[in-house]
T-cell receptor, first 114, second 109 residues
Framework: KAGVTQTPRYLIKTRGQQVTLSCSPI?????VSWYQQTPGQGLQFLFE???????NKGNFPGRFSGRQFSNSRSEMNVSTLELGDSALYLC?????????????FGEGSRLTVL | AQRVTQPEKLLSVFKGAPVELKCNYS??????LFWYVQYSRQRLQLLLR??SRESIKGFTADLNKGETSFHLKKPFAQEEDSAMYYC???????????FGAGTTVTVRA
């Protein structure tokens, strides 16, 4: 069974640009959640989607957005990039939802903002 | 708002010695607690959750609501236990997972 796949794995952007990250969950999983991982802040929850609906959002500015498609694949977008957005962005999928607790993580997309 | 605190960034123990990773949380309601682990060059994965009350790879964790703690323990550490460990909290009836800053465990031979 293929795991959670995130693309691209690495990317470099400049301030002011925007970026889109993609996440393909494990087949059959309906929930996708996103996290930002930085050395200083650790893992921070961005948002969770279940059957195309965003059920919760973390404390991030409106520049961070996401969506989920009917096939459960998800994308997150960050507009007007700032230096502080440099991080590893992790996606996790779950069969029934984040409330079951068993999340399966991808390898992450490492974003560097120059 | 909920908060998870892991006071130790680094923990070094000898093989065969007991190991305890501390996790304290602040949340006014009833939470669900988890421990996640990331081994070198592997993905973050669930180690255990408090509701299952299982022992995974020799690790156990007890939820102490009075002390608002969920410490992870293993009586005899092994070299393969060297990893990064994260404590996480989910409020019941909510769809948000809050992680602690993580503890890096090194088990020395």
């Amino acid at each position: 069974k293929a795991g959670v796949t995130q693309t691209p794995r690495y990317l470099i952007k400049t301030r002011g640009q925007q970026v889109t990250l993609s996440c393909s969950p494990i087949s059959g999983h309906r929930s996708v959640s996103w996290y930002q991982q930085t050395p200083g802040q650790g893992l921070q929850f961005l948002f969770e989607y279940f059957s195309e609906t965003q059920r919760n959002k973390g404390n991030f500015p409106g520049r961070f957005s996401g969506r989920q498609f009917s096939n459960s694949r998800s994308e997150m977008n960050v507009s007007t990039l700032e230096l502080g957005d440099s991080a590893l962005y992790l996606c996790a999928s779950s069969l029934e939802g984040i409330d079951t607790g068993e999340l399966f993580f991808g390898e992450g997309s490492r974003l560097t903002v120059l | 708002a909920q908060r998870v605190t892991q006071p130790e960034k680094l923990l070094s123990v000898f093989k065969g010695a007991p190991v305890e990773l501390k996790c304290n949380y602040s949340y006014s309601g009833s939470p669900e607690l988890f421990w996640y682990v990331q081994y070198s060059r592997q993905r973050l994965q669930l180690l255990l959750r408090h509701i299952s009350r299982e022992s995974i790879k020799g690790f156990t964790a007890d939820l102490n609501k009075g002390e608002t703690s969920f410490h992870l323990k293993k009586p005899f550490a092994q070299e393969e236990d060297s990893a990064m460990y994260y404590c996480a909290l989910r409020p019941l009836n909510d769809y948000k997972l809050s992680f602690g800053a993580g503890t890096t465990v090194t088990v020395r031979a």
